[in-house]
């Protein structure tokens, strides 16, 4: 047993001619991303403290959807959620609708930490903040260049709501895939566990580029996007609609918890069996300190590292 922690910043079609400069500052930021979380492991923070760090990190990083890189609903507004899990305790908080608040994610461990509720949205959550002082911004702070240009280019490719590309087929259950190009950058999660086998996870996201306003995807859903127990600590990412029907990290928990797999072989089975092709990717680990990162699109941006010294970096 001993220390580990995975990161992810979205999974999804990921044109394998992604240029040098979108790839460079992701894979820089993956790298930060990572030394920052091993970095606490080390200094024996707790692993819930150390998703929090990691995903704020994330979050305040352009390049991935979450926080400050959050893409645009139709109406050209941000809309970002979070949520936060222990895996002893199962204490939990997410938040959804959330338009001035820089770190998301420290807003769902209040919610967990100072309300008697697991999951506030919109304009409670946004009071909530306030009433907790954590650092607000004016929305504008969010509507970036890119995220302007990544909403037009959705909205002239499909007029109808989320650019997704068309149904695919096979055996796995009928289900559009994830967005495709440029209007796929990631939501950031992250999954932690210390030398005693504490674990914690962590997601954030800004959801997907021209969705309804109201649209909540699976992020902060417990069980669908997040979830942590005594065993293993889960954050997925990819088509939210999918991940919910699958009920895709508490899936991973149970295969487990009643079926006594492996880490590896509970999340190989969910993204291979559970959710259809092109759909979704996780990041996990185990209490007893093993690390999976599997996914069934083209890539997912992604990095971990076990305590025995494996690390790892990835994209596709
Ligand atoms: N799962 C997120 C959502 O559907 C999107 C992503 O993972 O990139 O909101």
């Given at each position: 047993m001993g220390w580990?922690?995975?990161?992810?910043?979205?999974?999804?079609?990921?044109?394998?001619?992604?240029?040098?400069?979108?790839?460079?500052?992701?894979?820089?930021?993956?790298?930060?991303?990572?030394?920052?979380?091993?970095?606490?492991?080390?200094?024996n923070k707790p692993p819930l403290d150390v998703v929090e760090l990691v995903v704020r990190e994330?979050?305040?990083?352009?390049?991935?959807?979450?926080?400050?890189?959050?893409?645009?609903?139709?109406?050209?507004?941000?809309?970002m959620e979070a949520c936060i899990m222990d895996g002893n305790t199962k204490k939990c908080g997410a938040v959804s609708g959330l338009s001035t608040v820089v770190n998301p994610i420290s807003l769902a461990r209040l919610v967990m930490e100072k309300t008697p509720h697991i999951y506030l949205a919109f304009d409670a959550a946004e009071a909530f903040a306030r009433e907790q002082g954590v650092e607000t911004v004016d929305a504008n702070h969010f509507i970036t260049p890119e995220n302007v240009e990544r909403?037009?280019?959705?909205?002239?490719?499909?007029?109808?709501?989320?650019?997704?590309?068309?149904?695919?087929?096979?055996?796995?259950?009928?289900?559009?895939?994830?967005?495709?190009?440029?209007?796929?950058?990631?939501?950031?999660?992250?999954?932690?566990?210390?030398?005693?086998?504490?674990?914690?996870?962590?997601?954030?996201?800004?959801?997907?580029?021209?969705?309804?306003?109201?649209?909540?995807?699976?992020?902060?859903?417990?069980?669908?996007?997040?979830?942590?127990?005594?065993?293993?600590?889960?954050?997925?990412?990819?088509?939210?609609?999918?991940?919910?029907?699958?009920?895709?990290?508490?899936?991973?928990?149970?295969?487990?918890?009643?079926?006594?797999?492996?880490?590896?072989?509970?999340?190989?089975?969910?993204i291979q069996h559970c959710v259809a092709k092109g759909n979704a990717g996780l990041v996990a680990v185990s209490a007893e300190g093993e690390v999976t990162m599997p996914f069934n699109t083209t890539g997912m941006f992604r990095a971990c590292a076990t305590e025995d010294g494996y690390s790892e970096i990835g994209i596709w």
């Open positions: 580990a922690i995975a990161l992810q910043g979205g999974a999804g079609d990921i044109p394998l001619s992604l240029p040098p400069d979108r790839k460079q500052p992701r894979e820089a930021a993956l790298r930060h991303c990572l030394q920052i979380g091993v970095s606490a492991l080390k200094a994330l979050e305040n990083n352009q390049n991935f959807n979450a926080g400050r890189g959050s893409v645009l609903t139709s109406n050209g507004t941000v809309e909403l037009r280019q959705a909205k002239e490719a499909n007029r109808v709501q989320l650019d997704y590309t068309q149904p695919i087929t096979g055996t796995a259950p009928k289900e559009t895939s994830a967005p495709k190009g440029d209007s796929q950058i990631g939501t950031v999660g992250c999954v932690a566990v210390d030398n005693m086998g504490n674990l914690a996870t962590a997601t954030s996201t800004g959801g997907f580029v021209n969705k309804m306003v109201g649209r909540i995807g699976d992020t902060p859903i417990i069980g669908a996007g997040t979830y942590a127990n005594s065993l293993c600590a889960v954050s997925a990412t990819g088509k939210g609609e999918s991940i919910i029907k699958a009920t895709v990290a508490r899936d991973v928990a149970a295969l487990m918890e009643y079926k006594g797999l492996s880490l590896k072989e509970a999340a190989a089975y969910v």
